[in-house]
């Protein structure tokens, strides 16, 4: 008699955890690659569809969003004065490029970005300023691509040296796990302690559909080295080389286009032939911004740098 209770205990423990299971994981609809989104379960599928902030453009979440997307996203965050993290009270501006884009249908960069005062420019892939700034007449032909980025971290000095190949393999790990960019576009790293430079190169025809853009790769290792992650899951970057963890105290990124700038002579200091404004991250120092000169005939480059913020505060109608 007493059988039939004691069998359905068992079951019904089991329909609640299912029961329980399901709700939990309906509350974890989140978006694992970016926080900056607004999730729900969508009322037929089931599905967890996440949308971005501040452009509601939906996001897939299982690879990077677009820095197009994020940009945006932060800069709807810092009109609304919350969620910002401020590296350090040493530095001067947050300019990493802070603007509020227009991103285009797949979350990437529209050629031409205007501000809100009908000043328009030209950017790049990485969505940095190529041209100098004109009115609403300005036309940018295409979105010209950034196929080589530069970063250039100085790292903190370590108990233990680092090994040049450990610490090579470690951050190609990084790119390839964290920030799921395919391995062959992890040109090379190279290292003078206490300086490391990694290059990422993909030029358009290397490119597959589906593939991480290294200027997604590049925003979000910067906004990591920043401290302030892109990803949902708590706790940044951590590198560790035999167990050392790499500590970075500084950063510069270098952008190099596929074509050469356009920037008018006369507003630049002589001497430069083309360039291209490349955002420096620094910790420490403040955010100072260089230029590089690609001197398309010896096929090196020429680091010269300006002082983009003092270009503005001079000329702040243009
Ligand atoms: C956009 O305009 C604002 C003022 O309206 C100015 O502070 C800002 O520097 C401008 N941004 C760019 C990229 O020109
Ligand atoms: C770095 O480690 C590798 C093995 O991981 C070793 O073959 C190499 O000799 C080491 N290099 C130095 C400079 O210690
Ligand atoms: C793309 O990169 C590959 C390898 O670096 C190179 O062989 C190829 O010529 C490049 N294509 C273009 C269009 O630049
Ligand atoms: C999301 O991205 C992954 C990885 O690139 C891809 O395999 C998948 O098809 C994408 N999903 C959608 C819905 O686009």
Redesign the pocket.
Known sequence: MARGPVLALPLLLLLLAAVTGRAAARDDCTCATNKMTTCSWDSQGGRCRCKAIGSNHEVNCSTLTSKCLLLKARTVRSKSGRGLVRPSEHAIVDNDGLYDPDCDLDGRFKARQCNQTSVCWCVNSVGVRRTDKGDETLHCEELVRT?HILIELRHRPPARAFNHSDLDAELRRLFRERYLLRPRFVADVHYDDPTIQIEL?Q????KAPGDVDIADAAYYFERDVKGESVFSKPGGFDVRVRGEPLQVDQTLIYYLD?KPPQFSMKRLTAGLIAVIAVIAVALVAGVVILVITNRRKSGKYKKVEIKEMGELNKEPNL
């Open positions: 196929h190169r030029n358009a025809s290397q596929e």
